[in-house]
Nanobody, 124 residues
Framework: QVQLVESGGGMMQAGGSLRLSCAAS????????VAWFRQNPGKEREFVAT????????HYADSVKGRFTISRDNDKNTVFLQMNSLKPEDTGLYYC?????????????????WGQGTQVTVSS
């Protein structure tokens, strides 16, 4: 119903910045909340940030608060994750996910649609 494609990942030294993009297609993009999750081998998927539908309110994991910014451009059907002051702990496969639900949701099983992921690697 909704297709998501992430891009913008890569390698960066600690302290640097990256900007991830999530391009959406299918249903009306403005009616979906979008979130970013990240995952490393052997560990569960970790919530990073979300932007709500309707009011565009945002919520962040404590580990990235003050460093990452999530935003959306509904005219372009795209959600962004600006990542500043990167740390090695930010390394992971980053996924964007979408949900038609209202409000703020931080668990992976609350999202209906997922992209393929884009790798972010931060070195010391």
């Amino acid at each position: 119903q909704v297709q998501l494609v992430e891009s913008g990942g890569g390698m960066m030294q600690a302290g640097g910045s990256l900007r991830l993009s999530c391009a959406a297609s299918g249903r009306t993009f403005s009616n979906y909340a979008v979130a970013w999750f990240r995952q490393n081998p052997g560990k569960e998927r970790e919530f990073v940030a979300t932007v709500r539908r309707g009011d565009d309110d945002t919520h962040y994991a404590d580990s990235v608060k003050g460093r990452f910014t999530i935003s959306r451009d509904n005219d372009k059907n795209t959600v962004f994750l600006q990542m500043n002051s990167l740390k090695p702990e930010d390394t992971g496969l980053y996924y964007c996910a979408a949900s038609p639900r209202l409000g703020t949701h931080t668990f992976a099983n609350e999202y209906n649609y997922w992209g393929q992921g884009t790798q972010v690697t931060v070195s010391s």
